[in-house]
Each structure stands twice: as C-alpha cells, then as structure tokens.
T-cell receptor
C-alpha cells in the first residue's frame, strides 16, 4: 500500500537551533513530494515540493527539504528556528503517474519552538 | 485573487440532517478536491474532480456526494449527517498536471459538528 509516515507527533526545538521534521514514504514509481504547513484554525499552506532534479529543495520561509531515494525519505529542515515556525507540518506524496495530482498525507508533526 | 474560499466556516447539525458545503476558486484550476481532517489521521481525500461535470471517489467517500456544475465551484453534500462526520473539511484546487505546477491550494476549512 502507498503511504507516508511522519514518525514524530511533536518536535520541540529552541529558537535559533536547527530543526528537522522527518518524513518517509512508500510508493511505487517516482514520487512527487510536498510539505505543507498549517497554522491554528487555518488551511494548509504549500511550503515546497520535489518533482525531479536537485535532491535539496528550497521553499518558503527559509525551509528546505532533502530527497533521499535510497532511504525513501523527504525530511524538512531549517537552519535556525523561529517561534513563529510553531505549527502543524504535513508531508504528502503524489504517487499517481496520471493526471489527478491526488495527494496522500502523513498524520502531521506539531513543531513547537520555544523562545 | 481570493484563492479558495469555503462556505460556511462553522456548522452544527443534528443526526439525520442534510447540508451542502460550497467551495469556490478563482484561479481557473481544473482540479478540485474535498478532504476531511481528523486528529491524528492527517487529511483524507473524500472526492475529487478533474474537470467541470466530472467527479470521482477518493479514500473515504461513503456518506458524501459531490457535484461540479461549474469549473470554479465544487459542492460537497451530506444527505443524512452522522456523528462520525464531525470533522474539519478542506477544499483544495490545483492546475492540471503540466510543467511542474502540481501543488494544491487549500481553503480555510469548514468545522462541522454533528450531534
């Protein structure tokens, strides 16, 4: 079955420290991978995506993610965390090679950045 | 551009009542989606549409119906609401899969409670 796993329900980090939010996937074929962020009582906002090319992808708000095909991972990273980065982060994969852009989401990781 | 809008923002229904959630987008996107978000389960796809007049089932379609009579609108209907349908509902839209524009754009959500 095709799936996305976010192994940590919550990640705690101090402001100014680097952060990593983990994501692994299980799909057939070449995956299209995405990270979204959700602030309280808001919809999801697109952060970044990997379609093809360079394994290190840069996105909004200073976030980046590294695609690792051998480990089937797409971890989200930021060199220096801000309190305002505190939110719920979702990893998603689009495994369908056709024309629908359907996404499979992970269960989400709550990022808490302490001042 | 307003992006993706959803109506209503909140609703409380009694078991057995019906309602329709409206999603509208002004980005001329071909694809539209309805998701539900439940704690610890991420987002799950209910129904989706790849164009005006076409709809298809997603991961959790039971108890819901949809219609897409106009390209910019995607309606989600609950014919006989059940407490298990208490959730936050998100609509999303995206371009057809061309180039590298695959990401979905989300509305602000509708919080539905069924008592």
């Amino acid at each position: 079955a095709q799936s996305v796993a976010q192994p940590e329900d919550q990640v705690n980090v101090a402001e100014g420290n680097p952060l990593t939010v983990k994501c692994t996937y299980s799909v057939s074929g070449n995956p299209y991978l995405f990270w979204y962020v959700q602030y309280p009582n808001r919809g999801l906002q697109f952060l970044l995506k990997y379609i093809t090319g360079d394994n290190l992808v840069k996105g909004s708000y200073g976030f980046e993610a590294e695609f690792n095909k051998s480990q089937t991972s797409f971890h989200l990273k930021k060199p220096s965390a801000l309190v305002s980065d505190s939110a719920l982060y979702f990893c998603a994969v689009s495994p369908y090679g056709g024309a629908t852009n359907k996404l499979i989401f992970g269960t989400g990781t709550l990022l808490a950045v302490q001042p | 551009n307003a992006g993706v809008t959803q109506t209503p923002k909140f609703r409380v229904l009694k078991t057995g009542q019906s309602m329709t959630l409206l999603c509208a987008q002004d980005m001329n996107h071909e694809y539209m989606y309805w998701y539900r978000q439940d704690p610890g389960m991420g987002l799950r796809l209910i129904h989706y549409s790849v164009g005006e007049g076409t709809t298809a089932k997603g991961e959790v379609p039971d108890g819901y119906n949809v219609s897409r009579l106009k390209k910019q609108n995607f309606l989600l209907g609950l014919e006989s609401a059940a407490p298990s349908q208490t959730s936050v509902y998100f609509c999303a839209s995206s371009y057809k899969r061309t180039g590298t524009s695959y990401e979905q754009y989300f509305g602000p959500g509708t919080r539905l409670t069924v008592t």
